[in-house]
């Protein structure tokens, strides 16, 4: 059973900065970023392989960051420039196959951490 704990959420005005970080407690071969505001699926926003191939949902190209660290065991989200569309919870996830952006893709999942954005 892999175990994923997120922090770093919280709520900051339009244009702000976040760091999200996700600790892992074994390394999986891709992990990212989803997110989910209410009434709304949830999202793929950023994932990174072990090959350090990343991908990122449109909305959020230029603006956020994903990566993760040597051990392969602490997943970072840097959001930049953030937007009110941006609110939601962010919820880490992790996958055993080299692509992991769709749902379905995915094995594991933490608990979520709340960002909230304000104009």
């Known amino acids: 059973e892999v175990q994923l704990v997120e922090s770093g959420g919280g709520s900051v005005q339009v244009g702000g900065s976040l760091r999200l970080s996700c600790a892992a407690s074994s390394p999986r071969l891709c992990v990212g970023w989803f997110r989910q505001a209410p009434g709304k699926e949830r999202e793929g926003v950023a994932t990174?392989?072990?090959?350090?191939?990343?991908t990122y949902t449109a909305s959020v190209k230029g603006r956020f960051t994903i990566s993760r660290d040597n051990a392969d065991t602490t997943l970072y989200l840097q959001m930049n420039n953030l937007k009110p569309e941006d609110s939601a919870m962010y919820f880490c996830?992790?996958?055993?196959?080299?692509?992991?952006?769709?749902?379905?893709?995915?094995?594991?999942w933490g608990q979520g951490t709340q960002v909230t954005v304000s104009s």
């Open positions: 990174i392989n072990s090959r350090s191939i990343t």
């Open positions: 996830a992790a996958a055993d196959k080299w692509s992991c952006f769709k749902q379905t893709d995915i094995g594991y």
